[in-house]
Structures are given as structure tokens and as C-alpha cells.
């Protein structure tokens, strides 16, 4: 550990070997360096394994790796993991896209008006010390169990870091271009259009992003709670009955989404950055 | 729309509207829907059950016991979590053998550990302390490893030539240019924990504490318990945020930054 320690600069050790089969050490680190990562999670599947064979641990609460793996498949065969998945996935889109909508039209209402800000930022920021489970019995007795429950939570939870975000985009708004707009006549309207939005898009991205990673948590939150289908629901189902197979199984499934969910979110801020030559500018 | 706001109006009397007039329509609704229900209850019901609670005591006590669950689960989760974000951020093996597997990791959703946990560690507080340490963990971790990767290259020269040795470059030179973004980190595994700490005693049900309280209002339909539970919960929320900034702002000008 204490060898690459001297600095923490992004030096690669192939840069360093410059005797003649620099070739052949570069290719043997650079297979290093991708089957490190791997080490880990293989190593830990080991001792799983291992634990399973040797019987340290009872298949009831570690089951065999295999189980895992025919319960995945078996649910992919069955039609179940695609039911469950297009549940959640609907009410996440849903929720998300309700409470992104309401929290773009709020944080807007409060940059553009600072008086509508005096008045609400306040509550709101007192609100939004509730987490999304503090909601959940309210919610409950209010709504019910069925589907409007969960969207009303997930888009509560899409909702709180939109609006900030929103609010921020207008509060830190590049104060010089805005005053060379007005100085050149523009209208309060194009200078929300044409100065303030283009600068603050990464930012507003940025917010959307986090709101679709807390609206995929509070999903998972509720259903757990309350459900009869879905990702969430699978794992509870599967702690009832036992089967840490089937939990795990629905754990990775979770995973994965909000894995693939993610990246999908990074490829399309990256392009987003690329595309937007006035983004960085302030 | 850009004018300043107008004198006579003060900014916490104008934000305190809201909450007022909400209040008062709340009162007036429950005062004059005559058919009772469950789920209306009035302010002042509100407030009685608040004050039975806090005086015989089982508010402290389940305070208390939510409190010492969050404190204990977060303070493992951050302890673990910055000795993770160094070495993450300091050794190219370490970060190579382990980063890859907690990135994976960290996009499970929280939450979704509880029925595991529950199997490995029961209900009880070994298992919501566990739950309440991977909460913290996580932000913590990330942001000890951005601050620490972020320390100007510039400085650590300076460190260097200075013959300063790696302790020394660690407490006086890495540490101090790192902590707004330590810091960051450490309030962010505050709020998760808070968070957590709901999440663990409504999943995980066993004991005594503030989500207990939630769970029992809502099956025996007493919306003022649920709302005395919710107001608490984001009254501890909102102190413990402000408590983390007081601490930050001290430890910054401390820090002569």
C-alpha cells in the first residue's frame, strides 16, 4: 500500500518502466489493473461459498450461491421479475415526473418572485426536515394503501431537491450577464429565456438528478411498507416466507436498475455538458 | 418582481404566514365539520396529546432511544467512513481492489438492506445500529475521498520540500484544505442517519422510539399521534441540522479559512 503512497498524482506505473519489454510489463499491469477490481466481490463470493459448502452457516440465512442464481433466472422465465419491475418502474416515472413538474413550477414561482419566496421558502424548508418515512402513516391515513399513496411519496421526495434547485438557478444567476441584458433592453422574460436558463441548466440537471436517486429510494421505502407488487414488495415477500434467495435475488434487481438508471443520467449530463458551450460560464 | 421587499415586512413575519394561516384554517375546519372523524383531528387535540406525552415522559424516553441509536449508528458509519475515504483517496491498490465494489454498492438502495439485515442481525438495536452505520457510511466516504483527491498538488509540494512527514502532511496540510468538503460528508451522514434512524424502527419493529410512535398512530388510526410523531421528527431534523453548521462555520474560521 505504502509504494504508490508517495503522491497522490494520477501517475500510472507503465509511465515508469522504460526498459525494452516495456511493452510486455505495460500489458501485464494494465491486466492488472482490470482484474483488481474484481478481486473483491470474488473474494467474497469465495468465502460465501465456502461457507455454504462447509456448512458454517445454516442455507436459511446464507443461502448457496446457486439458489440465488436459479431464483434469478426462474423469475426472469416466469414473467414475475418483468411484472414487478414495470410496477415500480411505472410508479417511480409517475411519481417522478409529478413531482419534478410541480417542483420546476414552484422553484420557478419562488426565483422569479422575490416576495412569493419570503412567504413559502420558510414552510418549505420546514417541511422538508420530515424525511419521506415521517410522511408514510400520515400518508397512509390519508390516502390509503393503494397506488395514489405511492405517488404522492415518491413525487415528494423528487419534489424537495428540484425546487431548491430551481430556486438556486434563479438566485445564482450570472449577475453580470444579467445586468449586460438589461443594460441592451432585454425583458425581464428574455432574460429568464435567454440568460438565466442557459447558465443554470447544468445546476438544474444536477437537481433532477438527485430527485430521480430520492425518488428510487423512497420506492423502495414504500414498498416495503405497503405493497402487493413490485421490486420492494418482492423482498418483503421473500423475508416472509424466508427465502433469502429470493431477497437477494430481488436486492441485485434493485440494484441493477438504479445502477443502469444512473449511468443513463451520466451519459446524458455528459452530452448535455458538451452541448451547452455557455454552461461552465459564469 | 426584482423590487426589494417592502419595508414594513420583515422577512421571519412574512415567512411565518404561512404556517399561521395554515394553522388557523386547520382549526377552523376541525371546529366546524361537525362529523367526526379519525383523521381530522384539531390543533388543539394535537397539542393535549403532545402534552401528555412530554409530561409523562415517554416522549424523552422514546427520544432518548431514537437519539442513541442515530448517535452511536452514526458515529461508527462516519468513523468507518473516513478511514475508508483516505485510504480510497491515497492508495492507487486500495482504491483499485475496493472502489469498484463500493460504487456498486452504494447504488443499492438503502433500504433495501433492511430484510437482510433483519435476517443476519434480528430486530433488535445490533441490527438498526448496523443499518444506521451504512447509512452514515456512504457520504461520508465519498466526500472524505473527493476532498482528500482535491488537496491543491501545489501544497503538497510545499509539504514536501518543507520536509513535512506524512502525519504532519496529513493534520496540517490535508485536513484543513479538505474540510469544507469533510465536512459536507459528515452532514450529510447527520441528515441520512436521521432518516435512517425513522426507516429502522418502522421496518425493523421492536422497541421503543420516535417511529414506533409513528407505526402506533397510524394502525390505531390517532392522526394526532402521527403528527406529534412527525413534528418531532422534523424538529430533531432541523436541530441537528443547525447544529452540524454552527460546528462548521466555528471549525472553518478556526481553520483560518
Redesign the interface.
Known amino acids: 500500500m505504502s509504494r504508490a503512497n508517495a503522491l497522490p498524482l494520477p501517475v500510472t506505473p507503465t509511465v515508469a518502466a522504460s526498459s525494452l519489454p516495456a511493452s510486455r510489463t505495460a500489458a501485464r499491469s494494465r491486466w492488472r489493473e482490470a482484474a483488481l477490481p474484481w478481486l473483491l466481490p470474488l473474494a467474497l463470493l469465495g468465502v460465501w461459498q465456502l461457507g455454504v459448502v462447509q456448512g458454517w452457516v445454516s442455507p436459511q440465512v446464507l443461502p448457496p450461491l446457486a439458489y440465488v442464481y436459479d431464483t434469478l433466472v426462474e423469475l426472469g422465465h416466469s414473467g414475475d421479475l418483468w411484472l414487478n419491475a414495470s410496477a415500480s418502474l411505472q410508479r417511480v416515472l409517475v411519481g417522478f415526473l409529478l413531482g419534478a413538474g410541480l417542483g420546476l413550477l414552484l422553484g420557478a414561482a419562488m426565483g422569479l418572485s422575490p416576495r412569493l419566496k419570503g412567504l413559502l421558502l420558510p414552510t418549505f424548508n420546514a417541511l422538508v426536515q420530515i424525511p419521506v418515512l415521517g410522511w408514510l402513516p400520515f400518508a397512509l391515513l390519508l390516502f390509503g394503501i393503494g397506488e395514489p399513496l405511492k405517488y404522492v411519496l415518491i413525487a415528494k421526495a423528487a419534489l424537495v431537491p428540484v425546487t431548491l434547485a430551481t430556486v438556486q438557478l434563479f438566485q445564482e444567476a450570472p449577475q453580470r450577464l444579467v445586468e449586460v441584458a438589461r443594460v441592451n433592453g432585454f425583458s425581464q422574460r428574455q432574460i429568464v429565456t435567454n440568460v438565466i436558463l442557459p447558465a443554470g441548466i447544468p445546476a438544474l440537471f444536477t437537481g433532477l438528478r438527485l430527485g430521480f436517486t430520492k425518488a428510487w429510494l423512497s420506492l423502495v421505502v414504500v414498498e416495503l411498507v405497503a405493497s402487493s407488487e413490485g421490486l420492494g414488495y418482492l423482498i418483503v415477500y421473500g423475508r416472509q416466507l424466508f427465502q433469502l434467495d429470493l431477497v437477494m435475488a430481488a436486492v441485485v434487481i434493485v440494484g441493477a436498475v438504479g445502477y443502469a438508471i444512473d449511468r443513463l443520467f451520466d451519459t446524458f449530463e455528459r452530452r448535455l455538458q458538451r452541448g451547452w458551450p455557455t454552461g461552465g460560464n459564469r | ?5 417592502a419595508p414594513t ?1 420583515s ?1 421571519a413575519t ?6 399561521v394561516l ?1 394553522l388557523a384554517g386547520w382549526g377552523l375546519w376541525a371546529a366546524l365539520d361537525e362529523t367526526p372523524s ?2 381530522l383531528v384539531s390543533p388543539a387535540q394535537v397539542a393535549a396529546t403532545a402534552w401528555d406525552l412530554l409530561a409523562s415522559g415517554q416522549l424523552w424516553r422514546m427520544l432518548a432511544a431514537s437519539l442513541a441509536r442515530n448517535l452511536s449508528g452514526f458515529a461508527i458509519g462516519t468513523l468507518g467512513g473516513l478511514v475508508l475515504g483516505y ?1 480510497l ?6 482504491e ?6 463500493f460504487n ?1 454498492f452504494k ?10 439485515i ?3 442481525f434480528g430486530l433488535g438495536d445490533v441490527a438498526k445500529v448496523v443499518f444506521l452505520s451504512l447509512a452514515a457510511l456512504v457520504p461520508v466516504t465519498v466526500h472524505t475521498c473527493d476532498g ?2 482535491g ?1 491543491p ?1 501545489s501544497l ?1 509540494e510545499v509539504a ?1 520540500v518543507y520536509g513535512y512527514s ?1 502525519r504532519q502532511t496529513l493534520w496540517e496540510v490535508m485536513v484543513p484544505a479538505a474540510l469544507p468538503t469533510l465536512f459536507t460528508g459528515v452532514y450529510l451522514a447527520l441528515i441520512y442517519s ?2 435512517a434512524t ?2 429502522a424502527e ?2 425493523l419493529v421492536s422497541g421503543e422510539g420516535i ?1 414506533n410512535a ?2 402506533d ?2 394502525e390505531h ?1 390517532r ?1 394526532d399521534l ?2 406529534v ?2 413534528l418531532v ?3 430533531v ?2 436541530l441537528l ?1 443547525l447544529f452540524t453548521r454552527r460546528l462548521e462555520r466555528r471549525l472553518l474560521r478556526r481553520y483560518g479559512r
Open positions: 418582481m426584482t423590487t426589494v421587499a415586512w422577512s412574512r415567512g411565518a404566514w404561512v404556517p395554515a379519525p383523521l485510504l483517496s491515497q492508495s492507487r491498490l486500495f483499485r481492489l475496493v472502489g469498484p465494489s456498486t447504488q443499492v438502495s438503502l433500504f433495501a438492506w433492511i430484510p437482510l433483519s435476517v443476519w482528500l483527491r488537496v498538488p503538497l514536501r506524512r436521521w432518516l425513522i426507516g418502522y421496518l417511529g409513528l407505526i398512530g397510524s388510526f392522526m402521527v403528527l410523531g412527525m421528527i422534523g424538529l431534523g432541523g441540522n
